[in-house]
């Protein structure tokens, strides 16, 4: 009940902040010393380590790593998905919930880094708006995303619209059948809608300004953690004996475990329910995901 009240507010704040106060998208050409300016975005489906990323990234001096900024666009991304906003309408939305943060970064000759999930669907805006930036793309087995999100009740105790979780556009075939659809089937779609948007942006940059890793793979492997600071473009501060020990330790001890709700590994599920992710998430064999 609480956490629908403070989505109804978080929604009324949006819309006055995003439809009253802003400003023509024209005026965005003053922040030119933008374009040379590099930051980092980590794209993802989110509940796929994003906050563990953000702990590690965050020993680097050289970066101000934010995982949960305000607005996080949840609202925002479920409409610019829903009614396929134009570029210039991303943009827009993009530009004024953070360049402020962002300039202040620019002004301290800081990186910023943010590993908000919310904005994968602005992947392209962001792109345009700066040209030098690089992207993360963070990517989780959809069983165990599906799991998660059963555990957390996507689709079910919270309107999808205030939550941020997509719904088909009006012109999908799924649209009349998507009330009578399972959850199984609802979080699986979603989990390949989004990273279908991904790969359709990485299709648009330069192969240097994207780096793709299982979330699984950086949870077991340091060297994965480690080649991340070299795409990034640091000073790694986990080089050393001390260094990475002090990385194994950050990686034993996960952030953010899901503690809420009960529902069987994907290992344990039926034989069903598993033909239901791989029929919704084709997309999981190009990652190397076994369903």
């Known amino acids: 009940m609480i956490r629908n009240l403070k989505y109804m507010f978080t929604l009324f704040q949006k819309w006055y902040l995003f439809q009253r106060k802003k400003i023509p998208i024209q005026n965005l050409t003053r922040f030119e010393p933008f374009n040379n300016y590099k930051c980092i975005f980590v794209l993802s489906t989110g509940r796929c380590g994003t906050k563990l990323l953000t702990k590690i990234l965050n020993f680097s001096s050289e970066l101000w790593v934010d995982h949960k900024p305000s607005p996080e666009l949840a609202f925002q991304s479920y409409r610019a998905y829903k009614y396929q906003y134009t ?9 004024h919930s953070r360049l402020d943060m962002i300039k202040k970064c620019y002004k301290n000759s800081l990186i910023y880094c943010e590993t908000n999930n919310r ?3 602005y992947a392209r805006a962001i792109s345009n708006i700066f040209p030098n930036a690089k992207f993360i793309h963070l990517v989780r087995h959809p069983g165990e995303f599906v799991r998660s999100g059963i555990r957390r009740g996507y689709y079910t105790r919270m309107n999808a619209e205030i939550s941020g979780h997509l719904e088909p556009r009006e012109n999908s075939s799924l649209i009349e059948k998507w009330s009578i659809m399972s959850q199984i089937e609802k979080i699986a779609w979603q989990w390949n809608t989004i990273n279908c948007e991904i790969e359709n942006f990485k299709k648009t940059i330069p192969p240097n300004k994207i780096c793709t890793i299982q979330s699984q793979s950086m949870f077991i492997n340091p060297e994965v953690t ?3 600071f070299d795409f990034i473009g640091v000073a790694n501060p986990f080089i050393g004996t001390r260094g990475r020990s002090c990385l194994k ?3 034993n001890h996960p952030i953010n475990v899901q503690k809420i709700g009960s529902y069987p590994t994907y290992d344990n599920w039926s034989n069903k329910d598993k033909l ?3 029929r919704m998430a084709p997309l999981a064999k190009n990652y190397g995901f076994t369903l």
């Open 87 to 95: 570029l210039d309408q991303l943009k827009t939305d993009f530009s």
């Open 119 to 121: 904005i994968s669907l």
């Open 276 to 278: 239901t992710v791989k």
């Open 249 to 251: 330790n950050i990686l």
């Open 226 to 228: 480690i080649q991340l």
